[in-house]
Structure formats: structure tokens, C-alpha cells
């Protein structure tokens, strides 16, 4: 074993693996492996310059009890950055501490020389290397000591009840409606993100906790420490990026549905919004608006005048947002061109084709930076150039007809090393030019996004989720989690994307709960798939914008006016609120805070608060009890220490206590923390 203090880092080298461990941004550090002789480079999520720290690096010697009665000594390193210090024994297991209290250990259960806890005959060991048949790189297995009573949270997110996420088992793998940005916030006061982009699994067990990486030529992952979880995100933030300004006006309403057909269906839905005089900020043009995939442009037979359109509604005040895909339908006018140039996915065996919805397709390579030149400069003759605003870069995980990651590859290696990266890369063919060219601030829709996706622009949805109370119910936790995993722009489909009958009186129910939610979140769009199907198509074609169906009518109104009368109320609430998440937003471009808060980031001494899923704040000031099952029309929320007021009708109620709180169908519960 050797150890060596490299301009401040801590260099270790034993077995064919080198160690290095160097303090990135305050009260942390970045800690690397690799079975090679050097490095990769790869910055992966840690792109920003953090500023410069004073470490302390100790070489020396550890006593241990040899087995015989005596005593030897072994070389040990500890290297300390601020209130963090990662310790390494002679075995090469590392041990990270808090202000010098063990927060975490990796995990070795192997014979090491000793008769200690981790010297054992079981042949596990804490960071295992395996070759992959037939390549150059490894998989690759980190363990670490599991801690009773931890409390784990972030991750991205996952389509599950449970917000805590001690005790689940999680697939690093982008897929529709799960979005894996793999950085954790613990209640034992440290955070960590696994910045390695390959596809992989984490295990967070009772007695163990297991990262692994199916393909990849390092190990690579970064720890800090703070007293709070709105430091350990802000550290976090720091090094990872931080949210540009979101465009005020893109505060209020996003208009949606699947799909409009013509621009004289937006321009309808629009006009009827001007005459009733409710403010829209964006109209969205869903799929299939183009002829066919790949071509990245609108269908003239029903969209003859786009630029007419975009005016139109500009002069309303209102922005417009088209749908881009990545796949490339082999009919489109570019697939061969963009094949032969080597822009496109490729697949390790058999035919080419990534996706086959409505078409024979290849997903684009946005890996390779022609790749993103090429799409760019198409959608800007197609799209940018007639005055889209913004773009709604949908499938964005990429969507595949199989998710088999083994099977396809990029420009930059193989998708079992590099994938989950995917959207990031795919939302910067927009970002990196927009930032330069568009007045103003860049907020484009992604259904996916991967650690530091936050500094591009990104506006996360949570996919494509029934129109069910139990998908309203993960939605929460789901929102909660992005934030803490430093994604502070997120929203979903109000009213979940797919429903079978928009008459149903139990989904109308749900349509109104999912609305007031939708309020308290940073994004307010509506959005959905509407049955019944029963729309006929526009035309005979297999292919252009007429020949998909479309789904029923999605506005404010369209619902009767019962409904329509909750939606009004509400937006009012929401329009009404615009000054306050104004700032909520500039927050979060200051140090990552998110605009929906996990009850314990803004109260993190209240333990109670670290159990609670159910509600939240919005920002600091207003703590959300939305209601998440049918026919509920009352329900329990926590109060924390202070004086809370019921924002509908001003009952003041003293904190450090749980009150029943009335929900009829036109409001949730709502209380608004009062100073002093």
C-alpha cells in the first residue's frame, strides 16, 4: 500500500487500483478509483470551478492486533477538507466523517490481517472490479456500511409510494416517467452523488448499501458535509451548476393537451382564453404536429403559416412551444443523411432500429457534437426562426422499443457507461445555442435529466402517468425528491396524462385535486391524454399531422362549469402569487433551494418533519396538504413550532401540533407561516 500527498490530495495505490481523493468546493471532496494507468478526464456532473480549499493530508501508522498476542503497525492516511475527513486504512477502506464523527464506512467482510469487524472470510470487499467479456472496461461494485436509523432522500425520480428511500432498491436507468439523477441527501448530515453516468443500481439496505456501474473505467463520486439540507444542496449546487433565471413570464399557465392538430385549433383555444380574459403564458404543440419523425417540422397541409400563428398569439402575450423528438423515422427527408454521417444510435447486434412508435426509428446521438449542430440548425429553419419560443424535447430518456441498455451504443462509448447522461446531452442541442441567441432566459420541457441537468435550462415533468389518486400520491414524493436531488424546475401533467373517459365523475374529482396541487409546484401546465378516443382523424395518411388521433379537449372550460369555477379560483390563487415565486425562483438559481420543499428542509431540528410525505412547503412561507384520494374531504396536516394561518378563511393555529383541516372540493389546505 501507497500513500502519497499530491499537491493537497491523497493519492493511494495498491493491487492495480489508484486512489485520489482531492477537496472539491467547501466541506467536501471528490473521490476517484481506476484500474488504469491514469485517469479519463471526464468532469462528468462536476463541471463547475469550485473555489480552492486548504487540506490537511496525514500519512503515518495504525496499531492492530496481529492475532498473536502482539501488536504491528500498518500505514493509514486521513485527508481533511474543512468540517469533512475521509480517513484510509491499510486495507484501502475509507471512512468519512463529520466534524469527526463517523457518518459513513465503506463495507469489507474479508480476511485483512486482522481478527477486527470487517476481517472475515466472506471474500466481499468494498470496492470490487470486474472485467467486461470481450471490452475494456469494468463493472464495478462500491459498498458502504449500513447505518441504523439513516434517512435517505433524492435520487431523481421514481414511481413509488416511499419518499424515504432507506430500504429500496433503485435502477440507475432513465426511463419513461423515471428519471435517475443520482445524488442522495441523508439525515446524518452529508450528502453524496455518484457521478458516474453509466447504467446501474443502487441498493440502500438495512445492512448494506451497494452503487454499481455495469460499464465503466472509473469510479468516481463526490461527498460533503453541512449542518442542514439546504447547505448540503447548496455545496451540491455549487459544484454541479446552478438554475439560471427562469423567465417571469413563464410563472403562470402553460396550456396543453394530446394533441392540437392545426394552428387553427391553437389559435381557437386561444382566442377563447383572450375572451374570457384569463392570462395564458404558453401554448404547447404537442407530437405529431411534423410530417413524419426526424423531419423537425411542421405539417404545411395543417400548419400552413406558422409564422402568422406564432404572431398571433405573441401579440396575446402568450409564448409558443413545439414538440421535438430524437428519433428519426427512416421516410424522414434527413435519416440517411444523418446515418450516413454517423449521427445516429447504434445498436451492438442485429437490425438498426431504437424505437418503433408510428414508425421505423433511430434515436439521434447527441453525444457527438455534430450531432447537435445538425438538429440545431434544422429546428432553427423549422421552428426558431418563425418565433418558437421554447421547446418541448419529449422522449427525452431516450424512449426505446426495448430497454435493453446493452444494445446500444453512442459516440461516446457503449449506453451501459455513458446513458443516463442522454438527456442532458439532448437538451444542450437547445441550450448551448438559445442561451446566446434568445432575449431573456431559456426554460425548455424535458421528460427526463440527469445530475447538473438544473444549469440548462431544463423544466422537468414527471412523465407519462395514469390519471390515478395512488400516481397523485407518488407525484409528491416524486417532486420532493427532485428538488432535493438539485432539480428545483419540475412539474407533471395535471390531471395525470392518461385517462379513458373525461366524463367520468371520479376523474373530474381528481382533475380538481390535481389542479390545487399543481398551484403549489414550480410549473403550472396542464396537461393530458383525453379519452374517449373517438375523434376522428383528420385524414387517410400514414404519416403527417392528420392521420394520429387526438384526445378530448383539455382547458380550463372544458370540463363544465363547476369545474371550470375551482380552476378560476385557483389560477387567481396562483396569478396572485406571482411576486412570491418569483423570488422562490431566484432562490433556487442562488443556491439550489427548490420552490417544493420536503417538510424537513425548511424545519430539519423537527423530527416529525422527517417522516412526512403527504405535504410540503412552497418555499418558506406556505406549507401544501394537497388531497390525494377520492371522496376525502378532510384531512390531518402537521403544523411545526410557530403560529400557522389557514389561508382560506385566516383561523390561526399554534405550531408543534396536528390539526384536521377541512377540504371541500373547491380548496385544499393551505397555511401560510406567520412571522415572529
Known amino acids: 500500500m ?29 473521490v476517484r478509483a481506476t484500474q488504469y ?47 469533512a475527513k475521509i480517513t484510509v486504512n491499510f486495507a484501502g477502506i475509507l471512512s468519512f466523517y463529520r466534524d469527526d464523527e463517523l457518518v459513513l464506512r465503506e463495507y469489507f467482510r474479508s480476511y485483512d490481517g486482522t481478527l477486527s469487524r470487517e476481517s472475515r472470510c466472506l471474500k466481499v470487499i468494498n470496492r470490487e472490479w470486474k472485467g467486461v467479456i470481450g471490452g475494456s472496461e469494468f463493472s464495478l461494485t462500491v459498498r458502504f456500511e449500513a447505518n441504523d436509523g439513516e434517512k435517505i432522500f433524492g435520487m431523481g425520480q421514481y414511481q413509488q409510494k416511499y ?35 453509466a447504467v446501474g443500481k443502487v441498493t440502500f439496505g438495512k445492512n448494506i448499501t ?45 396550456q396543453c393537451k394530446l394533441r392540437y392538430r392545426t394552428q387553427d385549433e391553437v389559435l381557437s383555444v386561444a382566442r377563447e382564453y383572450v375572451k374570457r380574459g384569463i392570462k395564458i403564458d404558453l401554448i404547447v404543440i404537442d407530437f405529431f404536429h411534423w410530417t413524419v419523425q426526424g423531419d423537425w417540422c411542421f405539417d404545411k397541409k395543417y400548419w400552413p403559416d406558422p409564422k402568422a400563428m406564432v404572431d398571433e398569439l405573441h401579440s396575446y402575450g402568450i409564448k409558443v412551444v413545439v414538440s421535438v423528438w430524437p428519433s428519426v423515422d427512416r421516410r424522414s427527408v434527413h435519416f440517411q443523411d444523418m446515418l450516413d454521417k454517423g449521427l445516429l444510435m447504434r445498436t451492438e447486434r442485429g437490425a438498426l432500429q431504437t424505437y418503433d412508435f408510428q414508425g421505423d426509428c433511430v434515436e439521434i446521438d447527441p453525444f457527438n457534437p455534430e450531432t447537435r449542430e445538425y438538429v440545431w440548425n434544422v429546428c432553427k429553419k423549422n421552428y426558431y426562426d418563425y418565433g ?6 419529449d422522449n427525452s430518456e431516450p424512449d426505446l422499443g426495448v430497454y435493453d441498455f446493452d444494445h446500444y451504443r453512442y459516440i461516446a462509448g457503449p449506453a451501459l457507461s455513458c446513458g443516463n447522461m442522454y438527456p442532458q446531452m439532448y437538451s444542450r442541442i437547445f441550450w448551448d445555442k438559445m442561451k446566446d441567441l434568445k432575449p431573456g432566459n431559456v426554460a425548455n420541457l424535458l421528460r427526463s435529466c440527469w445530475a447538473g441537468s438544473q444549469k440548462y435550462g431544463n423544466v422537468l415533468w414527471s412523465g407519462d402517468v395514469p390519471s390515478t389518486f395512488e400516481a397523485l400520491y407518488d407525484q409528491v414524493q416524486a417532486g420532493l425528491n427532485m428538488g432535493l436531488a438539485g432539480i428545483p424546475w419540475w412539474n407533471t401533467d395535471i390531471g395525470g396524462f392518461m385517462t379513458d373517459d373525461v366524463n367520468d365523475p371520479d376523474f373530474r374529482q381528481l382533475l380538481v385535486r390535481w389542479y390545487e396541487f399543481a398551484v403549489f409546484t414550480a410549473v403550472f401546465r396542464l396537461h393530458g391524454d383525453r379519452g374517449p378516443f373517438n375523434i376522428p382523424r383528420l385524414d387517410d395518411r400514414d404519416f403527417g399531422g392528420g392521420y394520429l388521433h387526438t384526445g378530448q379537449p383539455n382547458e380550463m372550460w372544458s370540463y363544465g362549469e363547476d369545474v371550470y369555477k375551482i380552476m378560476k379560483k385557483y389560477y387567481d390563487i396562483r396569478i396572485s402569487m406571482h411576486d ?50 377520492l371522496d376525502t374531504y378532510e384531512r390531518d396536516v402537521y403544523l411545526p413550532a410557530g403560529q400557522w394561518k389557514d389561508t382560506r378563511d385566516g383561523s390561526v393555529y399554534e405550531g408543534g401540533q396536528t390539526v384536521r383541516a377541512a377540504a371541500p372540493l373547491d380548496s385544499i389546505p393551505v397555511f401560510e407561516k406567520l412571522e415572529g
Open 37 to 83: 494507468p491514469a485517469f479519463t478526464g471526464n468532469v462528468w456532473a462536476l463541471t463547475e470551478q469550485v473555489a480552492p480549499q486548504e487540506t490537511k493530508v496525514v500519512i503515518g501508522e495504525e496499531s492492530h492486533w496481529a492475532g498473536d498476542g502482539t501488536t504491528d503497525t500498518r500505514p493509514c492516511a486521513s485527508i481533511e477538507n474543512g468540517r
Open 580 to 629: 412570491y415565486i418569483r423570488d422562490l425562483y431566484a432562490e433556487a438559481s442562488k443556491d439550489g433551494a427548490p420552490l417544493m420543499r420536503a417538510m424537513f428542509f425548511e424545519f430539519p431540528n423537527d423530527e416529525t418533519c422527517w417522516d412526512l410525505q403527504d405535504q410540503y412547503m412552497f418555499g418558506d412561507r406556505y406549507l401544501v396538504a394537497p388531497i390525494l384520494s
Open 2 to 30: 501507497e500513500f502519497r500527498n499530491e499537491s493537497g490530495a491523497l493519492v493511494v495505490r495498491h493491487g492495480g487500483e489508484t486512489l485520489r481523493i482531492e477537496a472539491w468546493g467547501k466541506d467536501s471532496f471528490r
Open 210 to 254: 451497494e452503487w454499481t456501474a455495469a460499464s465503466t473505467k472509473e469510479m468516481d463520486y463526490w461527498f460533503t458535509v453541512a449542518d442542514t439540507p439546504k447547505q448540503i444542496l447548496a455545496n451540491y449546487t455549487d459544484a454541479t451548476g446552478h438554475a439560471p433565471a427562469f423567465p417571469e413570464d413563464c410563472m403562470g399557465l402553460w
Open 163 to 197: 419518499m424515504d428511500l432507506k430500504g429500496c432498491e433503485l435502477e440507475l436507468a432513465q426511463r419513461n416517467s423515471q428519471i435517475t439523477v443520482p445524488f442522495m441527501i441523508s439525515n446524518k448530515k452529508y450528502g453524496l452523488l455518484w457521478n458516474n453516468p
Open 388 to 393: 418558437i419560443d421554447a421547446f418541448w424535447l
